[in-house]
T-cell receptor, first 113, second 116 residues
Framework: GENVEQHPSTLSVQEGDSAVIKCTYSDSASNYFPWYKQELGKGPQLIID?????GEKKDQRIAVTLNKTAKHFSLHITETQPEDSAVYFC????????????FGSGTRLSIRP | EAQVTQNPRYLITVTGKKLTVTCSQNMNHEYMSWYRQDPGLGLRQIYYSMNVEVTDKGDVPEGYKVSRKEKRNFPLILESPSPNQTSLYFCASSSTPWTSRTDTQYFGPGTRLTVL
């Protein structure tokens, strides 16, 4: 079945440095790739997303890149700050059956002061 | 304030005792969904609903039921809970399925369920 693999499972970076989280999806029909941030004790929140007709999207300090051929997509956070510490989830879905969405297993990002 | 509410937030129960976790949204969203979150497995979709009286199975529907009699409510029912259903459960809603270019998916605060 469809699968989304996410790496690494934990990531610790120095404040101010960049963080990169990578995901690989199995279903080549997938065409929408959201990223979610989950803070302790809260539900996930959408932070950025990308569609398959776009290779890169940026929103201030966060960016997402997509390589459709390799079925990879990545989240990049630059100039990391303490409030970036959270669990991040990638996900993949496709328009023809837009209701089903497959999540990665999550990355716990810690920002060291 | 736009929000998704879940009740209860915490529940400890015993095997076989039927329970219902309620989910309600105040945004007039058509689309609602239930997930369970387990360590190392991320979020897995249990059931979703495209609109009133329209529900469908996600990836892990076994042992769960849902109903969508009204637009704002989407309860999750465990007829005979088992210990492997111990998990953190999230309800989510959006005005359209996630692939909408302008839509945001809202998650509830979560319900931590323990089945002994």
């Amino acid at each position: 079945g469809e699968n989304v693999e996410q790496h690494p499972s934990t990531l610790s970076v120095q404040e101010g440095d960049s963080a990169v989280i990578k995901c690989t999806y199995s279903d080549s029909a997938s065409n929408y790739f959201p990223w979610y941030k989950q803070e302790l004790g809260k539900g996930p929140q959408l932070i950025i997303d990308i569609r398959s007709n776009v290779g890169e999207k940026k929103d201030q300090r966060i960016a997402v890149t997509l390589n459709k051929t390799a079925k990879h997509f990545s989240l990049h956070i630059t100039e990391t700050q303490p409030e970036d510490s959270a669990v991040y989830f990638c996900a993949a879905t496709y328009d023809s059956s837009a209701s089903k969405i497959i999540f990665g297993s999550g990355t716990r990002l810690s920002i060291r002061p | 304030e736009a929000q998704v509410t879940q009740n209860p937030r915490y529940l400890i129960t015993v095997t076989g005792k039927k329970l219902t976790v309620t989910c309600s949204q105040n945004m007039n969203h058509e689309y609602m969904s239930w997930y369970r979150q387990d360590p190392g497995l991320g979020l897995r979709q249990i059931y979703y609903s495209m609109n009133v009286e329209v529900t469908d199975k996600g990836d892990v529907p076994e042992g769960y039921k849902v109903s969508r009699k009204e637009k704002r409510n989407f309860p999750l029912i465990l007829e005979s809970p088992s210990p492997n259903q111990t998990s953190l459960y999230f309800c989510a809603s959006s005005s359209t399925p996630w692939t909408s270019r302008t839509d945001t998916q809202y998650f509830g605060p979560g319900t931590r369920l323990t089945v002994l």
